[in-house]
């Protein structure tokens, strides 16, 4: 998909609730060319109200070596979302996913690109 994005002069950059050390490892893991920013609060990720309760959050304790595990909270996570922002910040497409595994297809990520910005300049 980054030829169609290159085509159109648009930057990728994924964000996830991951830890600094996961997001590089999930970077070099996948060979990703793009930047995999870190936001383990949800602090950047909630501004774009992407924030999901995903059930109780366990904790696990350990009594007379049998594992107990309690509900301390709901767990949260980020929406799986793509999104287009123009350079002014404006979000001009958003395309949410009902699971963490899937994302938009190209296809579609192209009709909207078409959309926004219309064709895109001769190579």
Known sequence: MQ???HRYGVATIAI??????DAAA????????????????LEVIGQY????RAGFEFVT???????LGYPVGFKQMAIPTSLLIDKTGTVR???Q????RLRGDESRIEHALREVWGDPEPE
């Open 3 to 5: 030829p169609l994005l």
């Open 16 to 21: 996830s609730k991951d830890s600094v050390e």
């Open 26 to 41: 999930h970077k070099r893991r996948d060979n990703l060319s793009f930047a995999l920013l870190s936001d383990p609060d």
């Open 49 to 52: 109200g992407l924030v999901h």
């Open 61 to 67: 304790r350990f009594v007379f070596g049998l594992a």
């Open 93 to 95: 497409w958003i395309n």
């Open 97 to 100: 996913a009902e699971h963490y």
